[in-house]
């Protein structure tokens, strides 16, 4: 879990300097750097993993990078024609996504905390990333549906990761392939399209964009991919996606401390969801079935359950005792009142009829 969150902390930062860098470099070109250069680090880092790469690997490795491609890409150029805030809160709808994606191709059935945690982090993230906050620029639908569409590929990346991490694959392998692949992809797109469309000068990174450039490479894409990869190691990804979700979080946190945005009630109360969200998720905080464990134990006081009970002693009781009291001597109690030579032989000859039934 700590990875987890470690991991949504790097990614909280990403949105402000992303969307500053955007205004400065290629789109394509910025993503080439972030993701094949961190490739690039990993796979030299674990050169010694790839010994009896199997084919298996390699394959699901190469889904990763092409998931991981359209993913980041329509997130990003998305986050061109969105604000921030808004392209946050819809990238973060794979919290929601992921739970039922998983249950559609691997029939793992979600439970309800899943369902009820996802809805509760989603209406926590409207606090934060939407209600309340201006828009100068405008908002525009294909930025919108470009990050609908991001936060589709989230999903599938974390279902993907899960189910491949089961089926024994290297986790580190996986990134190397995941990173590689669709950087190559983001630099094929950035060279056929931007290239010939802006021009070589484009590419000039102006000095107060190094830093920046290193930190999405180094920071968001290289650290962050390798924790989310070895932390989904121990949860599910309904789990994941609903702490990777904290992202939203992370970055109003991000955009308050930099002065970039003030502390409102809405981000308060926001604050306050995301956190019972990833509460309920966690403690597997179950409403339905506490629900169901409070009408399982008020029944055994109900009068339904208790009278039968009750007819069913009353009439075996006299069928065990009986004898023994006309054995013993009832007319010795004076209860009967009948101590009569007949009434003793008539219980004589009751006695072995009932004992033979």
């Known amino acids: 879990m700590i990875m987890l969150l470690v991991t ?3 990614w909280g930062t990403a949105f402000a300097i992303l ?3 955007l205004t400065k470099l290629p789109t394509f070109f910025i993503l080439t750097v972030r993701f094949f250069l961190s490739g690039i680090l990993i796979g030299l880092i674990f050169i010694k993993r790839f010994k009896g790469l199997s084919r298996r690997t390699l394959v699901h490795g190469l889904i990763l990078g092409v998931v991981l491609f359209f993913a980041y890409g329509t997130q990003t150029v998305g986050l061109r024609y969105t604000t921030p805030a808004r392209n946050a809160f819809i990238t973060v709808a794979y919290c929601i996504m992921t739970p039922f994606l998983a249950w559609a191709m691997y029939k793992r059935r979600p439970h309800s905390y899943n369902v009820i945690s996802g809805v509760v982090c ?3 993230l409207a606090f934060i990333s939407l209600i309340g906050q201006a828009d100068d620029g405008g908002l525009h639908l294909l930025g919108d549906g470009l990050t609908v569409f991001a936060a589709l590929f989230f999903a599938f990346q974390l279902v993907f990761i899960e189910h491949y991490i089961e089926e024994g694959d290297d986790p580190f392998v996986l990134l190397f392939f995941e990173l590689a692949v669709s950087g190559a992809m983001f630099a094929l797109v950035s060279v056929c399209y931007e290239l010939p469309t802006l021009g070589p000068s484009a590419y000039v990174i102006p000095a107060d964009c190094w830093w920046r450039l290193g930190y999405l490479m180094a920071g968001c894409s290289l650290l962050a991919q390798l924790f989310q990869m070895l932390g989904q ?7 994941a996606s609903i702490i990777l979700s904290f992202e939203s979080v992370f970055a109003a946190v991000f955009s308050v401390a930099l002065g970039m945005e003030r502390l409102t009630v809405f981000l308060i109360i926001g604050f306050i969801l995301v ?3 990833g509460l309920i998720s966690e403690l597997h905080f179950d409403p339905v079935a506490l629900w169901h464990h409070m009408l399982h134990r008020a029944v055994p006081v109900s009068a339904d359950s208790v009278v039968p009970a009750r007819e069913e002693d009353a009439g075996a009781e006299p069928q065990a ?6 054995g013993e001597g009832r007319g010795a109690d004076g209860d009967d009142g009948d101590a009569s030579p007949e009434g003793a032989s008539t219980a004589q000859s009751d006695a072995p009829s009932d004992g033979s039934e």
């Open 321 to 326: 005792s009986e004898p023994l009291a006309v």
């Open 233 to 239: 190691r121990y949860t599910t990804s309904s789990q």
């Open 8 to 10: 949504t902390m790097l």
């Open 275 to 277: 956190f019972a969200a």
């Open 19 to 21: 969307k500053e860098t």
């Open 122 to 124: 989603l209406l926590g």
